[in-house]
Every structure is written in C-alpha cells, then in structure tokens.
C-alpha cells in the first residue's frame, strides 16, 4: 500500500522492540528506515494512534504528503480527539488544498466519537430507563418517589432515541468505511470514463478524499467533494478504512 514496503526481516522482534527502533531511526533522520519498520508493524496488525501518527510524520518527512494524510486521518480514526493528527492535517490542507468530505454542526461532533462509544452511551441509557422503571413499580421501598422515577425514566427514553439517532448518523454521513485518500505524489484527474485517454472532470491534489461506489478494472468511480463523480485509477488511491497492507490485499480491521 504505497511507497513503502515492510520487510519480512523484522518479523522475530517484538512489537515494543521495533516501535521503538522505528522511532529511534525517526530520531536520527533516517525516515526511510523509520517507515520500513513501522509499516512492519502494520503488516502485523499492530494498531494504535502512535504508530499511525509516527508514520504520517515519517511520510510527511519524506515528503510524501497523501501518504501523510492517509496516516494522519487513520490516527483520528483510532483516537477522535486526539489534537496533534487534527493540526498536522490542518496544516497539510492549507499547503496542498486538497479537498475533503468537511463535516459541520452533528455530524462534526459525532465524529469526535468512536462508533463502540456511542453504542456504549446507547447501552448505558437503556439500563438506565430499565432500572428507573423497575425500582418505580417493583421496589415497594421506592413507591413514594415513583412519580420522580417515571420522569427519569422518561428522560431516559429522550436520551436513548437521541443517541440511536445520532448513530444511525454516524453511520451514514461520518463513518470512514469506503473512502479512500490520494496517496500519488502528484495531483491525481478523475475522469468521465474508466479509461486513460478519458475527458478530464477534477483534479484531486494529494489528500483529497473520495468515497469508493464501484469498481471496473484498475478503475474506481468515485463521489468527490462538491457534488462531483469521475473515476481515478487504483493506483493512486488507498482506502482510509479497512486497512490495505499491500496493493489488492486488505487486512482484516474492525471499526474502532
């Protein structure tokens, strides 16, 4: 999955040992070699924030800025309200202009959240309004608050609807299944028709995201930001989320 391929050589160390080496190779300037190892780890399925935000600063080193704001927004995936991912892509987007899915009001907040957290929050409200019902008309200890306890029991219900609401939300306008960002050094053009010599529609700078509607060949038609579809080629593209190890191979990776 672009520039960078791990090598199988690491495979008897440790996952604590190599981050580390990673990062001391990072340390030392060496950000090819920095790469090398922490793609390793990815190879390995070793996810976390760190690695993926280790490795956007590796790329954007060397000056491989789509892979960098591929890693940068998969580190948001795993930690929504992590900072340093959110001022790095800033940053990249006012130098390369590229264009993106921009989430305002809800869906904005929504996004700071994990999809397990709002399931979560989910869970915990309906047990809520379960308990409150139950001790109101099952604990003769509690009859005299019943009225109190219907009300929060009430308040509950509002809170579980507005949270199933928000997730069904989520699921359809923040989750990052089926997108997919430009990793090519260059801008890439999206086209009217799954062919190289096809009518130009946009360029895509490095960065920009789309989101994956099908497929034809080593072609992929695409939704792009502004109400606008083409198809790029799959080369210049790698999806966001699952996570793709190698070209044409994607590592198996549940929604955090």
């Given at each position: 999955?672009?520039?960078?391929?791990?090598?199988?050589?690491?495979?008897?160390?440790?996952?604590?040992d190599l981050f580390a080496k990673a990062n001391r190779f990072y340390e030392n300037g060496n950000y090819?070699?920095?790469?090398?190892?922490?793609?390793s780890l990815v190879e390995d399925q070793n996810y976390s924030e760190d690695l993926f935000y280790n490795?956007?600063?590796?790329?954007?080193?060397?000056?491989?800025?789509?892979?960098?704001?591929?890693?940068?927004?998969?580190?948001?995936?795993?930690?929504?309200?992590?900072?340093?991912?959110?001022?790095?892509?800033?940053?990249?987007?006012?130098?390369?202009?590229?264009?993106?899915?921009?989430?305002?009001?809800?869906?904005?907040?929504?996004?700071?959240?994990?999809?397990?957290?709002?399931?979560?929050?989910?869970?915990?409200?309906?047990?809520?309004?379960?308990?409150?019902?139950?001790?109101?008309?099952?604990?003769?200890?509690?009859?005299?608050?019943?009225?109190?306890?219907?009300?929060?029991?009430?308040?509950?219900?509002?809170?579980?609807?507005?949270?199933?609401?928000?997730?069904?939300?989520?699921?359809?306008?923040?989750?990052?299944?089926?997108?997919?960002?430009?990793?090519?050094?260059?801008?890439?053009?999206?086209?009217?028709?799954?062919?190289?010599?096809?009518?130009?529609?946009?360029?895509?700078?490095?960065?920009?995201?789309?989101?994956?509607?099908?497929?034809?060949?080593?072609?992929?038609?695409?939704?792009?930001?502004?109400?606008?579809?083409?198809?790029?080629?799959?080369?210049?593209?790698?999806?966001l989320w699952p996570i793709s190890s190698q070209k044409g191979d994607t590592v198996a990776a549940s929604?955090?």
């Open positions: 999955m672009g520039a960078f391929p791990a090598t199988p050589a690491f495979a008897e160390e440790s996952a604590d090819e070699g920095a790469i090398g190892h922490y793609l490795l956007g600063n590796a790329c954007f080193r060397q000056n491989q800025l789509g892979e960098a704001v591929l890693w940068f927004r998969r580190a948001q995936i795993m930690a929504p309200r992590m900072i340093e991912p959110r001022q790095n892509l800033k940053t990249l987007k006012s130098r390369l202009g590229y264009l993106d899915f921009e989430l305002q009001g809800l869906d904005l907040l929504l996004s700071r959240f994990k999809r397990g957290e709002l399931t979560l929050l989910i869970s915990l409200s309906v047990w809520f309004v379960v308990l409150s019902l139950s001790a109101a008309f099952l604990s003769r200890s509690a009859r005299p608050a019943r009225p109190a306890l219907i009300v929060v029991a009430f308040g509950g219900v509002i809170v579980s609807g507005l949270l199933i609401t928000g997730l069904l939300r989520f699921d359809h306008y923040v989750s990052v299944e089926n997108r997919a960002i430009v990793i090519s050094n260059t801008a890439a053009t999206a086209v009217v028709s799954p062919t190289p010599d096809g009518k130009p529609v946009i360029d895509l700078p490095p960065g920009s995201e789309v989101r994956l509607l099908a497929k034809r060949g080593t072609w992929d038609y695409v939704d792009i930001p502004g109400e606008v579809r083409g198809w790029v080629n799959e080369d210049v593209i790698s999806p929604r955090p």
